[in-house]
Every structure is written in structure tokens, then in C-alpha cells.
């Protein structure tokens, strides 16, 4: 990965597709992008259309940190087990199961909700070969 990415922006609708480009053009990763996609909903959703919020992505080519920074440190996200008709509420479940791990970090002014993500080992972003053996 060519170093880190940190995004600014407002939780808006047309922000999500915004971020999940910036991922994809930085990270080549449909993992991360729907990730990204989910958070950054979650934050629209809970805390309302035009909450500023930052967006970072960093790590290494394995392994991979993507972090949603929003102002309120109070309304801490829950993992929701909805029905089969209801329309969300699997956000967090999804998440869950596209992440290595993933959490909150509660600040005084802040939150971030944050996952890591394995990436494929044997492959850089652009799909070439970057194993590294000993000898």
C-alpha cells in the first residue's frame, strides 16, 4: 500500500460512494470498500445526515486498519440481530464477518469505530506477486 489515506468529509448520501472510490482507487479492495460503505452509512444513519467525520485507512499490504472518526462518543454502535423481513440493522453483522476484528475506541469529543482487514498476503494492490521468503 503507498502509504496512508485520510478522508474529510460530511456523512451525506452521495459521500458513501465518494469514500468507497477513494478506497477502491487507493486500496483495490472490495472488502474495504464495503466496510468503508458501512461505517460511514452506520454514521449517517445514527447521527444524521451532514455529521463531519474522518475516514483513515492505514496499514500494511497483509493487513489493513479502516477507521470512522465522528464527534459523538456517545452513541456507540450495537450489533442488532434483525428479522428476515426487516430492511437493516446488518451492518455491524457484516462487518463482523468481512473483519479480522474489529471495535470502538470512546474518546472525550469522539469515537472511532474501527476493523482490520487481511488482505491477500501474496499480492500488492495492483495484483503483483510481493512474497518475501527467508533463506
Known amino acids: 500500500m503507498n502509504g496512508d489515506l485520510t478522508l474529510?468529509?460530511?456523512a451525506t448520501p452521495g459521500a458513501?460512494?465518494?469514500?468507497?472510490?477513494?478506497?477502491?482507487?487507493?486500496l483495490?479492495?472490495?472488502?474495504?470498500?464495503?466496510?468503508?460503505s458501512e461505517l460511514l452509512t452506520n454514521a449517517l444513519t445514527h447521527l444524521g445526515e451532514g455529521t463531519p467525520v474522518t475516514?483513515?485507512?492505514t496499514g500494511r499490504a497483509a493487513r489493513t486498519r479502516v477507521e470512522l472518526?465522528?464527534?459523538?462518543?456517545?452513541?456507540?454502535?450495537?450489533r442488532r440481530h434483525p428479522a428476515d423481513g426487516?430492511?437493516?440493522?446488518?451492518?455491524?453483522?457484516?462487518?463482523d464477518a468481512l473483519a479480522v476484528q474489529w471495535g470502538v475506541i470512546q474518546g472525550p469529543g469522539s469515537k472511532t469505530v474501527w476493523c482490520?482487514?487481511?488482505?491477500?498476503?501474496?499480492?500488492s494492490r495492483?495484483?503483483?506477486v510481493a512474497l518475501i521468503t527467508g533463506g
Do not use: I, Q
Open 116 to 123: 482490520e482487514l487481511e488482505l491477500d498476503p501474496g499480492h
Open 86 to 95: 426487516d430492511e437493516s440493522g446488518r451492518g455491524l453483522a457484516l462487518l
Open 69 to 78: 472518526t465522528d464527534p459523538d462518543p456517545h452513541a456507540r454502535p450495537v
Open 8 to 10: 474529510h468529509l460530511l
Open 126 to 128: 495492483h495484483g503483483r
Open 28 to 36: 483495490g479492495c472490495h472488502t474495504a470498500e464495503l466496510c468503508v
Open 55 to 57: 475516514l483513515r485507512v
Open 16 to 26: 458513501v460512494p465518494l469514500a468507497r472510490h477513494a478506497v477502491r482507487e487507493h
